[in-house]
């Protein structure tokens, strides 16, 4: 029986994928900021989580879904097809460290597999999604800024240290961070996550803003929660 996550307008099978939908995926997609952009670029889709999200956001956006996994490309396309946008999402089996795309895109979004040391998962899948041997962030910044066009962005969720550090990296070839926002599941816990957007072409030692988002507090979500993904959560 097939497993599926439902969204206000589309709904997610995550048959045979590494990672199900997550709040850190949800959390990116209602948080990435490209209302301005025409192309959009989906690397390591997964179940295609993002790009469907993007696509309910951005009506304008035209969003190619790439990832190296045959089974997340299959389960991506037919999460796709299934949902109001399949004339605006394309999906490709592909290598963002080797992919050469025809054009540059505006905005790329990706939710990378964040573990840099300790014991990988069990299942290969989830291992592949979670765990970066098969794509370290200094390969995949790299991949960023050779698919961006000048001034494009891109929009990532890591946990804190791996956040920081791929800031770090990023910096250091020319994509600057505009913005993070430091994730707390409660007030009186310190962050487990960063919302990073980083920019082509700000200056190596730009510091942008930094802002924080409670996911709860005394038991019951947040305003600011509630009022980024209340047009996905049916409980919202």
């Known amino acids: 029986m097939?497993?599926?996550?439902?969204f206000k307008q589309?709904?997610?099978?995550?048959?045979?994928?590494?990672?199900?939908?997550?709040?850190?995926?949800?959390?990116?997609?209602?948080?990435?900021?490209a209302s301005d952009c025409h192309d959009i670029l989906d690397?390591?889709?997964g179940?295609?989580?993002?790009?469907?999200?993007?696509?309910?956001?951005?009506?304008?956006?035209?969003?190619?879904?790439?990832?190296i996994d045959e089974t997340a490309v299959k389960t991506t396309k037919d999460n796709v097809q299934q949902s109001p946008w399949q004339d605006r999402v394309s999906v490709l089996d592909a290598d963002a460290t080797a992919w050469e795309p025809d054009h540059r895109f505006?905005?790329?979004?990706?939710?990378?597999?964040?573990?840099t040391s300790g014991v990988q998962a069990s299942s290969e899948q989830r291992a592949t999604a979670r765990h970066h041997d098969t794509l370290s962030h200094?390969?995949?910044?790299?991949?960023?800024?050779?698919?961006?066009?000048?001034?494009?962005?891109?929009?990532?969720?890591?946990p804190v240290y791996e956040g920081e550090n791929l800031i770090e990296l990023a910096s250091g070839i020319g994509l600057g961070c505009r913005h993070k926002v430091s994730v707390k599941s409660t007030p009186a816990k310190p962050a487990s996550r960063l919302l990073i957007?980083?920019?082509?072409?700000?200056?190596a030692n730009y510091r942008g803003d930094s802002t924080e988002l409670v996911i709860q507090e005394g038991g019951k979500y947040t305003p600011e929660f509630v009022a980024l993904t209340r047009d996905f959560y049916l409980k919202m």
């Not at 097939?2 to 439902?6: D, G, M, T």
């Open 2 to 6: 097939s497993k599926r996550f439902n």
């Open 10 to 33: 589309f709904s997610i099978s995550m048959d045979g994928c590494g990672m199900p939908v997550s709040t850190d995926g949800v959390l990116l997609g209602a948080w990435a900021d």
């Open 43 to 45: 690397i390591g889709c």
């Open 47 to 67: 179940t295609g989580l993002l790009s469907l999200m993007l696509a309910q956001r951005f009506p304008r956006a035209i969003i190619t879904a790439i990832d």
């Open 106 to 115: 505006e905005h790329v979004v990706c939710n990378p597999p964040y573990f």
């Open 138 to 158: 200094q390969a995949l910044v790299k991949a960023i800024d050779r698919v961006l066009v000048t001034g494009g962005a891109a929009s990532l969720i890591l």
């Open 197 to 203: 957007r980083l920019q082509k072409g700000l200056d």
